[in-house]
């Protein structure tokens, strides 16, 4: 029977994973399918762009917790198992990355699945693992989106971080070496997921976010101001 407990759990987290919050959100809040704007995902990066900051902050939120919840179910039925308890976030993120419910045809009939990158998910996952991880992994994910300005660099960080916080606590016993698996599987599927931003950054195309569009809009104001000037 704990087989047929374990396929169950891992069942549900994908389920739970693949509940698609972003394209339900900005549906609401716009009547727009999500997956046909900018990058065509359906997490809090794109549902932001798509819809508000409101709309990106509450889909954040739900695909944090979705990670969190995943890792509640597993603890629930295998108390004394790290191993499932690293393996159904695993499969949440896998769900939300490519939920099957979102299943449709491009324009030359080939099936495709489109999802999210997997970031909230995966903190919402380290959250329920060890939930003092985020006061280490939000701030730190936070500078590097505001510092570097490519959102895809600071979701790309975050289950790193996460891996070597578990890494440390594992050696010195304070937390299994699963948790760390988590992690770094976790990388694994985001990086896969976000190649065409990986793409992109190599090529120096990424959209930049954050302090540097600050910067750089304040920059082009004060080199115009003398320009003006002059021309007076």
């Known amino acids: ?26 549906k609401l809040k716009t009547g727009h399918d999500v997956r046909k704007l900018h990058s065509g995902r359906t997490g809090t990066t794109n549902a932001m762009r798509a819809a508000g900051v409101w709309v990106g902050l509450l889909t954040v939120i739900m695909d944090i917790l979705k990670g969190v919840i995943s890792v509640w179910l ?3 039925f295998f108390p004394n198992f790290p191993w499932m308890h690293a393996a159904a976030p695993i499969a949440m ?3 939300h990355n490519y939920p099957l419910v979102m299943a449709e045809k491009d324009e030359k009939g080939k099936p495709i699945i489109k999802g999210g ?23 730190i994910g936070a500078v590097i989106l505001l510092g570097v300005g490519y959102a895809s660099v600071a979701t790309m960080s975050v289950p790193v971080i996460a ?8 050696a ?3 937390g ?15 990086l896969w997921s976000l190649r065409p931003n990986i793409k992109r950054l190599l090529a120096g195309e990424e959209r930049v976010v954050g302090l540097r569009v600050w910067l750089g809009k304040h ?7 003398p320009s003006q000037e002059s021309s007076n």
């Open 176 to 190: 299994p070496w699963a948790y760390v698996v988590y992690a770094l599987v976790a990388e694994g599927i985001l």
């Open 219 to 225: 920059k082009d104001k004060s080199e115009a101001a």
């Open 74 to 76: 597993a603890k629930g």
């Open 93 to 95: 993120i896998i769900g």
């Open 163 to 170: 891996a070597v916080v578990f890494a440390w606590r594992a």
């Open 117 to 139: 990158a997997g970031g909230a998910p995966s903190v919402g996952g380290a959250m329920g693992l060890w939930w003092p991880v985020a006061l280490i992994q939000i701030p």
């Open 172 to 174: 010195r016993g304070l």
């Open 1 to 26: 029977m704990a087989w047929i407990n374990a396929l169950g759990v891992l069942f549900v987290s994908y389920l739970v994973g693949a509940t698609p919050f972003g394209y339900i959100l900005v």
